[in-house]
C-alpha cells in the first residue's frame, strides 16, 4: 500500500464521520413546549410577598428556562402563543421553583 493510498483512505474516513455527524444534527430538530409564564408570575406574587423574593424568583425562573431548552433541545413558548398540540412544562417548574 503507497503512502498516498493511506492517505486517501483516511481522509475518506474522516470525511464520512463528519457527513455522518453533520446528518445527525439535522436530525435533531427542537421539540416545543408551552409555559403559563402569567400564572407562574401571579403565584409567585401571590405567595412571595416579598419584592426581593419575586426578584430572585424571576431570575431563577429564567435561568431555569434557559438550562431546560439547551439542555434539553427544546423552544419554550408562552401557553397563549400556541393553540394546541404541545407539551406544557409549567407544573415542572413550578414544583421546582416555588416553595
Do not use: N, Y
Amino acid at each position: 500500500m503507497t503512502r498516498w493510498t493511506i492517505v486517501l483512505t483516511v481522509a475518506c474516513v474522516l470525511a464520512l464521520g463528519m457527513s455522518g455527524v453533520l446528518w445527525w444534527h439535522q436530525l435533531q430538530q427542537p421539540r416545543i413546549v408551552t409555559v403559563d409564564l402569567t400564572g407562574l408570575a401571579d403565584e409567585a406574587r401571590s405567595r412571595l410577598h416579598d419584592t426581593s423574593r419575586i426578584g430572585t424568583f424571576a431570575r431563577k425562573l429564567q435561568g431555569e428556562l434557559v438550562r431546560i431548552s439547551r439542555d434539553e433541545h427544546l423552544v419554550i413558548l408562552p401557553r397563549q402563543a400556541v393553540a394546541a398540540g404541545a407539551p406544557d412544562i409549567t407544573e415542572r417548574l413550578r414544583r421546582r421553583l416555588l416553595p
